[in-house]
């Protein structure tokens, strides 16, 4: 069996290292993968990954089999993809939002997001050195989709075409009334998470099931 766990996997908030151990003495404990975390934040949704090993010949499917990696979510959800083929970003959101690593092929949005994760929050900002909802989206579509949308939340929402929560596509925007009307938006990214700037937290990564979300949720609209 060959086991190849080369790639530097890395998760906000926390951050995961998956190394093999090796040293002139080693001892059962130092012969399995090491997991070293940050202080600063709850590492628990990171707990329970498994690693399988590959084999010689092709897997189930006729691909390389060169092993896969696994994680348990909340509500018999799980999350897996091939160690591999996977870079560190796909690893890395496909824990952070629950979906398959092969399932993120927008490798621009993904670095985009991690560009910017936890810019402050600043009304009226559009930069890196602070940034409000809405202008964290006009920067993102434009970025990744090349798409020019109007500067405030309330313009976004009536521009946008609207489509139902069970329709939601990568890249569609979801609003929220947070402070009177169409108040704050953000993008969604699939299995429910959405990124957006929080005047709490700047730029992160949200669930539309969060309690605060759900009781605000306006609607959704696609560019």
């Not at 994680?71 to 890395?92: D, H, T, Y």
């Not at 990214?189 to 099931?209: M, P, R, W």
């Amino acid at each position: 069996m060959k086991v190849s766990l080369k790639k530097l996997l890395y998760v906000l908030p926390a951050v995961v290292v998956l190394t093999a151990c090796g040293s002139s003495r080693k001892t059962a404990a130092e012969s399995s993968p090491t997991v070293k975390r940050t202080k600063h934040s709850s590492p628990k949704f990171i707990e329970g990954i498994s690693v399988t090993p590959g084999e010689e010949g092709p897997g189930a499917d006729g691909s390389a089999n060169t092993g896969r990696f696994s994680s348990p979510r909340g509500g018999g959800m799980g999350v897996g993809g091939n160690i591999e083929n996977a870079s560190a970003l796909q690893f890395k959101y496909a824990i952070m939002i629950g979906a398959e690593v092969e399932a993120l092929t927008n490798l621009a949005l993904l670095q985009f997001i991690d560009d910017w994760y936890g810019t402050r929050y600043r009304y009226g900002g559009t930069t890196k050195s602070g940034v409000d909802c809405s202008g964290f989206v006009c920067a993102l579509t434009s970025d990744v989709y090349g798409l020019s949308v109007p500067r405030t939340s309330r313009e976004q929402f009536d521009r946008a075409q609207k489509v139902p929560v069970g329709s939601l596509q990568e890249g569609d925007l979801v609003f929220f009334n947070t402070r009177g009307g169409v108040s704050h938006v953000g993008v969604y990214l699939g299995n429910n998470k959405f990124v957006h700037a929080s005047t709490s937290s700047g730029v992160v990564i949200s669930d539309l099931d969060e309690d605060y979300y759900r009781r605000r949720f306006v609607g959704a609209g696609r560019l």
